[in-house]
């Protein structure tokens, strides 16, 4: 039930296709692949990593992200992967909340992070920077063949700010990230071998997570460094059948960069969330970009992966039903449950106004190392987001509401307690 099986069968059979491309070159998915298997079997063989263990990856975007994240998996591993943009100190806190027995990051972060973990004196991990000696060590390895692991090992722990601010790690499967990929090619687009997965926003959160599905179905990843709104318009006409994932403000963005010209020609999917969208930038993007625009609701705890609002919902007159769609985000994904409930835990009439809770194979396990913020976000199989909405008579949910004191940066939520901490 490894996740990395499907990426290891998919080399098998088109060793040479293109896997990986950034600013520097690119690997086949037989290389990347191969990569990966000297990733794991240097974690497991001379830093002595056992199943299990887990691995905090925070790096910028580059290749070593994505090649370190199957690295993980192949060897039987559990990825954390953390965002490049937070305090050394708050990256210190996820090294030590997860027990880590190994870190990858860059040039860039690796002092700001080694001196947040010598202030309270524990024994430091392995600090593994990507293009280092160490990293071409870890290279020269022998490829490890694949450990076998259940459904519910766990993968990806995804640390999500809670209302205090104090961030708690969402325990992810491979089976929550399986159900993932497959309600992608249900919901949003089928993948064919070569479509074009544009990274701009960070590969630790929504882009690299969809990335997964690519990766399954023969896609081709191109790294970029950053969001620069240029860039991405430039990948966008050279390159065909492109997927992006963008926040609402990297949308508004990209309007204000492409202006009165259409410079989307080889753009298929742009998927959005991690926000409010306003309609009236919504109309501004389907008018500048066509029926490319796909929205996801989700969270850490049930990866992008609870409503959407597809393209074809987003087509329409201008009504007023059509504009209350548009700033809906939309149905229940593919064999998911969502409901808006009172504080008892019961369904709530339609149009009513409620917590949000959801269940489905995506749904986490809970927190790693905090049962009680566990119970409180899980309960009776039903994941209680602390997102308040509604639910209209054809099931399409509205968001009203986030936790009060809580400021969304980029897709990032952040609170009042990190910046003053």
Known sequence: MNIAATLINRARSAPDRAALTWRDGTLSYGAFVDVAARIAGGLRGAHGLAAGDRVVLCMENRPEFLLGLFGCWIGGLAAVPANAKLHGREIAHIVRDSGAAAVFTSDALVEPLAEALREDGAPRPSLIVAGSGEWARLLGAAPSGGVDVAATDLAW??????????????????????????????????????????HAAPLSHASGLYGLPHLFAGGHQVVLPGFEPDEVLAAFERYANVTMFAAPTMVTRLLNAVGAGTRATGLRTLYYGGGPMYVSDLRRALDAFGPRLWQLYGQGESPMTISGLSKSDHEGDGGAAHLARLASCGIARTGVEVRVVGEDGRPLPVGEVGEVVTRSDCTMAGYWGNPQASANA?????????????????????????????????????YPREVEE
């Open 157 to 198: 722990v995804f640390y999500t700010s809670g209302t205090t601010g104090r961030p708690k790690g969402a325990m992810l499967s491979h089976r929550n990230l399986m159900f993932m990929s497959h309600a992608y090619f249900a919901d949003i687009e089928h993948v064919s071998p070569g479509d074009v997965k544009l």
């Open 378 to 414: 899980l309960r009776d199989g039903w994941l209680w987001t602390g997102d308040v909405g509604a639910l209209d008579e054809r099931g399409y949910l509205t968001l009203r509401d986030r936790s009060k004191d809580m400021i969304i940066s980029g897709g990032t939520n952040i």
